[in-house]
């Protein structure tokens, strides 16, 4: 009877065990299927796929007139499926590959014999190459295992011209830098494949085809770039650098003050965009890095500097819209070589031969310190920082470039009278020269913020307007507010002419063209030995359509590092060219 009862638990007990066991497989089943249904089967079909990648063309760039800047041409990317090369044939292909692309035969010998779907040998080869393949493929009865698939790859036409501005591509076809970095999402498009079947071990199921899905290309881009006027600029940046001996290099921005457009921006030193990992082989890893560095960044953009007597323009500005000054009060100002600011002697750079009597028009023309100390402590400390704001000087500019750097100004309340002397003409901060270059566009434009742009259209691959064509986006012309009136527009224009034509800037005139512009000279930093010199100027001065940038890094060559000695000539010159082709008529 005993028995009897423990068989009938025993069996009980097995009953719920299995029902159990049952529940517990049904709820994992479940559980697989509704929660992790389409994990899973994504992961199954990942594993049973070989997929290839087919690069979409970049979109093309262009300058203002239609000339092309970089393009995408066709060339092809060699792969394998290794389980799918026959065993007997593995060795003979890796030989074959190692040779026709010039690679290293072991490494390729690896990839051949590797237990993977897919292995990439080479990419962005000329037809010429993969034509090669294909013959030697037939030659040799070889019709799977390698894949020969459409590729792209970046050109830039004119090699060198508007490196730091267009920037360059990766091996992925990926925006390095420049605008090929910014603009990378409309640009790049949208990469195809083809997807083929495969088994277990990666090799091709028979009677399976290959899915191919079809890359879209990127959006064009049109530039606000000239490349005549680039040219220009790149080639008297470049002599002035040699010429002067410039260490640090230097840079040129052309901007149009009424649109913001940025016509011109050029570096120098500069590289090949084509070539833009070539560096001294001479050179350490970590040295060759740094060089590749410096080549590529864009200083204009990225970099601070002292602005010197230049940005004696804006004490300038504020003082005539607060009516503290008049342009041609004659005896106003009177020069004694220096100027006592709370018990601080604060020297004229002219201190050894003082410029005695000046109006505001003459303080200007000899770039006289004292007078712009003065004004700025009439202005005060907090107006003078509404009209640093207002200019633009405490935001970067937002130019659609990456890595623009921001100014570095003492905080307001740390500003005392010495301090304020010393920013009102020009030193102990730091701003970016495409900041100085807005500046003055400001002043020349009839006194409206106008902010600088690189792109000026961006034509979609993929949208239509109402008549069917590609559709045209255009970047809109962003201003900003009133920062000085008109009639103060004209009078520090008027005075600008009067630099050139007598004072400091003479170096920049060009016979027939009414020429505004100032002279500055800095230290690079404190003590450094180093100085920035640079001149800024607007033309035709009755109605400006050019703003012009020089800046200069460490001139040591015979001819000093004084801005009216150096960088003026360079203005001149520029002027001289870019002036004739604006048809721009002389007086």
């Given at each position: 009877m005993i028995g009897k009862i423990s068989a009938k638990k025993r069996m009980k007990n097995s009953i719920f065990l299995v029902i159990l066991i049952i529940a517990l497989l049904i709820t994992r089943l479940g559980y697989l299927q509704l929660i992790q249904g389409s994990e899973l089967k994504a992961k199954a079909y990942a594993q049973q796929t070989s997929d290839r990648k087919v690069s979409a063309k970049r979109g093309t760039i262009y300058d203002r007139e239609g000339k092309i800047l970089a393009v995408s041409s066709t060339v092809e990317t060699v792969t394998i499926n290794p389980g799918n090369i026959k065993d007997e044939d593995k060795e003979k292909v890796a030989k074959k590959l190692a040779e026709l692309f010039e690679l290293d035969y072991e490494n390729v010998l690896k990839k051949v014999k590797k237990r993977s779907s897919i292995e990439t040998i080479v990419q962005k080869v000329e037809k010429e190459k993969t034509n090669e393949l294909r013959t030697w493929m037939q030659e040799n009865n070889i019709v799977e295992g390698i894949n020969i698939d459409e590729d792209s790859k970046r050109y830039y036409p004119l090699n060198n011209l508007a490196s730091q501005v267009?920037?360059?591509?990766?091996?992925?076809?990926?925006?390095l830098n420049g605008i090929e970095a910014k603009y990378d999402e409309y640009l790049k498009g949208k990469a195809g494949a083809i997807s083929r079947i495969t088994d277990a071990s990666g090799g091709a199921i028979?009677?399976?085809s290959e899915e191919y899905t079809e890359p879209t290309d990127g959006d064009d881009l049109v530039l606000t770039i000239d490349t005549t006027i680039q040219g220009i600029a790149e080639k008297y940046l470049k002599e002035a650098c040699i010429d002067n001996k410039c260490t640090d290099g230097g840079n040129i921005i052309i901007m149009n003050p009424k649109t913001g457009d940025i016509l011109a921006l050029a570096g120098y030193p500069d590289y090949n965009l084509n070539e833009p990992f070539a560096v001294d082989e001479n050179l350490s890893k970590e040295e060759q890095t740094k060089q590749m560095q410096g080549l590529w960044r864009n200083k204009a953009i990225s970099d601070t500097y002292e602005p010197g007597s230049t940005f004696k323009l804006v004490t300038t500005s504020a003082a005539l819209e607060e009516g503290i000054t008049t342009p041609d009060k004659e005896g106003e100002f009177c020069c004694v070589g220096h100027i006592e600011v709370a018990g601080v002697r604060m020297k004229c750079w002219r201190y050894y031969n003082p410029h005695g009597s000046e109006s505001l028009r003459q303080a200007l023309m000899n770039s006289c310190n004292p007078v712009f100390i003065g004004l700025g402590q009439k202005i005060g400390v907090h107006k003078y920082y509404e009209y640093l704001n207002k200019f633009g000087f405490?935001?970067?500019?937002?130019?659609?470039?990456?890595?623009?750097?921001?100014?570095?100004?003492?905080?307001?309340?740390?500003?005392?009278?010495?301090?304020?002397?010393?920013?009102s003409f020009g030193q102990r901060f730091e701003v970016t020269p495409i900041q100085m270059a807005t500046m003055l566009?400001?002043?020349?434009?009839?006194?409206?913020?106008?902010?600088?742009?690189?792109?000026k259209q961006i034509i979609s691959n993929t949208e239509k307007d109402e008549n069917g064509n590609r559709k045209v986006t255009d970047i809109e012309v962003k201003t900003g507010e009133r920062v000085i009136s008109e009639e103060t527009s004209k009078q520090v224009l008027s005075m600008m002419g009067s630099v050139v034509s007598e004072g400091t800037g003479k170096n920049a005139k060009v016979e027939g063209y009414s020429i505004g512009g100032k002279t500055g000279t800095s230290e690079d930093g404190v003590n450094t030995g180093k100085y920035v010199t640079s001149f800024i100027g607007t033309a035709p001065i009755e109605d400006p359509e050019v703003v012009v940038l020089i800046t200069l890094y460490n001139p040591t060559g015979e001819?000093?590092?004084?801005?009216g000695g150096v960088a003026a000539p360079v203005g001149g010159e520029v002027?001289?060219?870019?002036?004739?082709?604006?048809?721009?008529?002389?007086?």
């Amino acid at each position: 009877m005993i028995g009897k009862i423990s068989a009938k638990k025993r069996m009980k007990n097995s009953i719920f065990l299995v029902i159990l066991i049952i529940a517990l497989l049904i709820t994992r089943l479940g559980y697989l299927q509704l929660i992790q249904g389409s994990e899973l089967k994504a992961k199954a079909y990942a594993q049973q796929t070989s997929d290839r990648k087919v690069s979409a063309k970049r979109g093309t760039i262009y300058d203002r007139e239609g000339k092309i800047l970089a393009v995408s041409s066709t060339v092809e990317t060699v792969t394998i499926n290794p389980g799918n090369i026959k065993d007997e044939d593995k060795e003979k292909v890796a030989k074959k590959l190692a040779e026709l692309f010039e690679l290293d035969y072991e490494n390729v010998l690896k990839k051949v014999k590797k237990r993977s779907s897919i292995e990439t040998i080479v990419q962005k080869v000329e037809k010429e190459k993969t034509n090669e393949l294909r013959t030697w493929m037939q030659e040799n009865n070889i019709v799977e295992g390698i894949n020969i698939d459409e590729d792209s790859k970046r050109y830039y036409p004119l090699n060198n011209l508007a490196s730091q501005v267009i920037g360059f591509c990766g091996s992925d076809n990926q925006g390095l830098n420049g605008i090929e970095a910014k603009y990378d999402e409309y640009l790049k498009g949208k990469a195809g494949a083809i997807s083929r079947i495969t088994d277990a071990s990666g090799g091709a199921i028979e009677n399976s085809s290959e899915e191919y899905t079809e890359p879209t290309d990127g959006d064009d881009l049109v530039l606000t770039i000239d490349t005549t006027i680039q040219g220009i600029a790149e080639k008297y940046l470049k002599e002035a650098c040699i010429d002067n001996k410039c260490t640090d290099g230097g840079n040129i921005i052309i901007m149009n003050p009424k649109t913001g457009d940025i016509l011109a921006l050029a570096g120098y030193p500069d590289y090949n965009l084509n070539e833009p990992f070539a560096v001294d082989e001479n050179l350490s890893k970590e040295e060759q890095t740094k060089q590749m560095q410096g080549l590529w960044r864009n200083k204009a953009i990225s970099d601070t500097y002292e602005p010197g007597s230049t940005f004696k323009l804006v004490t300038t500005s504020a003082a005539l819209e607060e009516g503290i000054t008049t342009p041609d009060k004659e005896g106003e100002f009177c020069c004694v070589g220096h100027i006592e600011v709370a018990g601080v002697r604060m020297k004229c750079w002219r201190y050894y031969n003082p410029h005695g009597s000046e109006s505001l028009r003459q303080a200007l023309m000899n770039s006289c310190n004292p007078v712009f100390i003065g004004l700025g402590q009439k202005i005060g400390v907090h107006k003078y920082y509404e009209y640093l704001n207002k200019f633009g000087f405490f935001t970067t500019t937002g130019i659609d470039l990456p890595g623009e750097a921001g100014s570095i100004f003492l905080k307001e309340d740390k500003v005392g009278p010495v301090e304020l002397g010393t920013i009102s003409f020009g030193q102990r901060f730091e701003v970016t020269p495409i900041q100085m270059a807005t500046m003055l566009s400001t002043i020349a434009n009839g006194g409206t913020y106008v902010k600088p742009r690189i792109v000026k259209q961006i034509i979609s691959n993929t949208e239509k307007d109402e008549n069917g064509n590609r559709k045209v986006t255009d970047i809109e012309v962003k201003t900003g507010e009133r920062v000085i009136s008109e009639e103060t527009s004209k009078q520090v224009l008027s005075m600008m002419g009067s630099v050139v034509s007598e004072g400091t800037g003479k170096n920049a005139k060009v016979e027939g063209y009414s020429i505004g512009g100032k002279t500055g000279t800095s230290e690079d930093g404190v003590n450094t030995g180093k100085y920035v010199t640079s001149f800024i100027g607007t033309a035709p001065i009755e109605d400006p359509e050019v703003v012009v940038l020089i800046t200069l890094y460490n001139p040591t060559g015979e001819g000093g590092h004084q801005g009216g000695g150096v960088a003026a000539p360079v203005g001149g010159e520029v002027f001289s060219e870019i002036l004739p082709y604006l048809e721009v008529q002389k007086k």
